[in-house]
C-alpha cells in the first residue's frame, strides 16, 4: 500500500539559510500535518492542513510556513535556519474521518 | 495545556519478560488515544487506538491497551517481549471527539530487549 513519501530524507544546511521539505500524502487523504522532534525528544506538532486551508497551528515558529496545494502535496518552508532547528520533521496524513495519522519516514535537517 | 505523561523513559528487559508501559494525559474531554512505535532509524508507526468502545484493545504484534477513563490512563500491555520489540514507543492524544486533531504525544519511553 502507498504510504506517506517525504522529500528530501537528509538536508544539510547552514545557519540562516532555508530549506523546503516536501510532503506527499497517502492518495485520497486530505489532511496533511506537520511535526517536528528534536534530538531525543518527543514530536511535536507544528501545523496542519485539510483540504488546503489551515486546519491548526502548533509551536511553528515565524520564521517557517507551510501550505498544501490543490494535488493535497505539502511543503514547509523554513528561513533564517538556526541550529536549533536541527531536527527530524515527520509529515502525516489522514483520510475521510481523520482520526487515525499516517507518517512518512521524516526528513532528517541538520543546520551547520 | 494538555499534556502526555510516560512514567518510564527507559525500560531493559529479557525476552519473554512482560511489558507495562504507564501513559497518563491531561485532558477534560474526549479524547482518542494512540500508542506509536518507532525502530531505530525508522518513522513512527501505530501500535494500536482507541476511540470508543472497549475499553481494552488489542493493536498489532501481540501488544494490548487498557483505557481507564477515572485514571486518564492508557497503559500498554505485551505479555512476553521479544528482542525484535526493541524500539521506542510513544503515548500520544488527540483531544476532541472529531477527528483531523493534531496529536500531543509523551517523551518516549525506549525499550531494550535482551535476548
Known amino acids: 500500500a502507498a504510504g506517506v513519501i517525504q522529500s528530501p530524507r537528509h538536508l544539510i544546511k547552514e545557519k540562516r539559510e532555508t530549506a523546503t521539505l516536501k510532503c506527499y500524502p497517502i492518495?485520497?487523504?486530505?489532511?496533511v500535518y506537520w511535526y517536528q522532534q528534536g534530538p531525543g525528544q518527543d514530536p511535536q506538532f507544528l501545523i496542519s492542513?485539510?483540504?488546503?486551508?489551515?486546519?491548526d497551528k502548533g509551536s511553528i515558529p515565524d520564521r517557517f510556513s507551510a501550505q498544501q496545494f490543490s494535488d493535497y502535496h505539502s511543503e514547509l518552508n523554513m528561513s533564517s535556519l538556526e541550529l536549533g532547528d536541527s531536527a527530524l520533521y515527520f509529515c502525516a496524513s489522514s483520510g475521510r474521518g481523520g482520526n487515525e495519522q499516517f507518517f512518512g519516514p521524516g526528513t532528517r535537517l541538520t543546520v551547520l | 495545556a494538555q499534556s502526555v505523561s510516560q512514567h518510564n523513559h527507559h525500560v531493559i528487559l529479557s525476552e519473554a519478560a512482560s511489558l507495562e508501559l504507564g501513559c497518563n494525559y491531561s485532558?477534560?474531554?474526549?479524547?482518542?488515544l494512540f500508542w506509536y512505535v518507532q525502530y531505530p532509524g525508522q518513522h513512527l508507526q501505530l501500535l494500536l487506538k482507541y476511540f470508543s468502545g472497549d475499553p481494552l484493545v488489542k493493536g498489532i504484534k501481540g501488544f494490548e491497551a487498557e483505557f481507564i477513563k477515572s485514571k486518564f490512563s492508557f497503559n500498554l500491555r505485551k505479555p512476553s517481549v521479544q528482542w525484535s520489540d526493541t524500539a521506542e514507543y510513544f503515548c500520544a492524544v488527540s483531544p476532541g471527539s472529531g477527528g483531523y486533531n493534531k496529536l500531543i504525544f509523551g517523551a518516549g519511553t525506549r525499550l531494550a530487549v535482551h535476548p
Open positions: 485532558y477534560g474531554g474526549t479524547v482518542n
Open positions: 492542513f485539510y483540504e488546503k486551508m489551515q486546519s
Open positions: 492518495p485520497r487523504h486530505d489532511t
